[in-house]
């Protein structure tokens, strides 16, 4: 009976040892689960930034670059840094009245518009990631700036920092400011020198005597080119004169060649002179003859034209009188025919007559008269006996 008494203690005790295992687990994994929620594991580096993960245990480093990196709360720590270029302005020191503006090696003061480009260095973040602050603007680079660009400006003078050694003062503030950025693990990209702001009484001043060093350059510069031009234009003068003369000895030397040529030259052109005259009187001969013979030409055709036109105009002629003689013979023929018509139509003679006299006169054909007198006498309204008497008068005034 006790024995089976300690076997109930002994299972009831085992319960409920495993029931508090189990809760202390699942209040564990809540505890896990809740911090995983509120501080996730996982972050993501973005373009060109780089992470350095610290291990709170092993005290070790890692670099990570563009992507997810895993971080686990209160075992890991990252650090991000960017890679791209920053710029770093000394606002408080552009301005001649500013808070702190720069000295020249005279006292005076004046502001200066610098722009310092930067990046750290990606080789050597993970070494310096322990000793970089958060701030690295303002404790590294700016401390660093300061101290280099106050000291370099106090070497040199006013002008020389407004206008005739600004490359000179880049350089000199890049080369010392670069050794105390590449100490922290920052590498210098580039030094611009902007606006000089200057005191104004001290810019009029500066700018009448830049203006007048101008004009002296200028009258230096013209005076000098005067002298140039005074030296070309003698070197020219000289150049042609001996052009000239070169010139004058190449025209003697051409005529004289170009008698010489025309002497040996007339040596053949005096027989050829001659030849031509022969040649032209010969022509001239052969001309006059040829002429001559075209004047007998001339002449023989144009009594041959003579006799040719006398005998074709006598042969006109006789044509001519052929046809005149034909026309009488056919007028005469005709004159026997209308003759023999008249004869036989008396009235005829009547009718072409009032043919003849107008178109506007009407023709009457009347009985031709009994006494054989005139036809129109019966029209006038004349007796038969005065119509007989008057051929009749007619007929012996004829014969006075």
């Keep these: 009976m006790l024995s089976r008494l300690m076997a109930a203690v002994r299972a009831l005790g085992r319960a409920i040892f495993s029931g508090r295992a189990i809760l202390l687990a699942l209040l564990a994994a809540g505890g896990i689960a809740y911090g995983l929620y509120k501080h996730p594991p996982m972050e993501n580096l973005a373009h060109g930034e780089v992470g350095i993960?610290?291990?709170?245990?092993?005290?070790?480093?890692?670099?990570?670059?563009?992507?997810?990196?895993?971080?686990?709360?209160g075992l890991h720590t990252l650090h991000r840094?960017?890679?791209?270029?920053?710029?770093?302005?000394?606002?408080?020191?552009?301005?001649a009245n500013g808070e702190a503006p720069f000295q020249s090696i005279e006292g005076l003061s004046l502001g200066v518009d610098l722009s310092i480009r930067y990046a750290l260095d990606p080789a050597r973040i993970a070494i310096m990631s322990n000793q970089l602050p958060d701030d690295i603007d303002g404790e590294v680079v700016q401390p660093a700036v300061q101290g280099v660009i106050y000291k370099t400006f106090t070497r040199y003078t006013v002008k020389e920092i407004f206008s005739s050694k600004r490359g000179e003062i880049q350089q000199a503030i890049a080369d010392e400011l670069k050794p105390h950025l590449a100490a922290d693990g920052i590498l210098l990209r580039e030094v611009q020198m902007g606006k000089v702001d200057l005191?104004?009484?001290?810019?009029?001043?500066?700018?009448?005597?830049?203006?007048?060093?101008?004009e002296t350059e200028k009258m230096q510069y013209t005076?000098?080119?005067?002298?140039?031009?005074?030296?070309?234009t003698g070197l020219e003068a000289d150049a042609d004169k001996l052009r000239r003369e070169k010139a004058a000895e190449a025209a003697g030397s051409e005529q004289v060649i170009a008698a010489r040529a025309q002497e040996e030259a007339m040596q053949h052109v005096l027989p050829f002179k001659q030849k031509q005259i022969e040649q032209r009187r010969l022509e001239?001969?052969?001309?006059?003859?040829?002429?001559?013979?075209?004047?007998?030409?001339?002449?023989?055709?144009?009594?041959?034209?003579?006799?040719?036109?006398?005998?074709?105009?006598?042969?006109?002629?006789?044509?001519?009188?052929?046809?005149?003689?034909?026309?009488?013979?056919?007028?005469s023929a005709q004159m026997e025919r209308d003759g023999e018509v008249l004869s036989k139509h008396p009235l005829l003679i009547q009718k072409i007559m009032a043919d003849k006299l107008s178109d506007k006169i009407s023709v009457i054909i009347a009985p031709p008269s009994t006494s054989g007198g005139f036809i129109g006498s019966a029209l006038l309204g004349q007796s038969t006996a005065a119509a007989a008497a008057a051929p009749a008068a007619a007929d012996s005034q004829e014969n006075q």
Excluded: C, W
């Design 81 to 95: 840094y960017s890679l791209r270029d920053r710029v770093y302005r000394p606002v408080q020191s552009s301005q």
């Design 284 to 331: 001239a001969e052969a001309d006059k003859l040829a002429r001559v013979k075209g004047a007998e030409a001339n002449a023989e055709a144009r009594r041959i034209e003579a006799a040719g036109e006398a005998d074709s105009r006598q042969k006109l002629a006789d044509a001519e009188a052929y046809r005149l003689e034909r026309l009488d013979k056919i007028a």
């Design 199 to 214: 005191p104004a009484d001290y810019r009029a001043g500066m700018e009448k005597l830049l203006a007048e060093e101008l």
């Design 53 to 73: 993960r610290s291990n709170r245990l092993f005290a070790g480093t890692t670099e990570f670059h563009e992507g997810p990196v895993l971080v686990l709360p």
């Design 223 to 232: 005076l000098a080119l005067k002298e140039q031009q005074v030296k070309e």
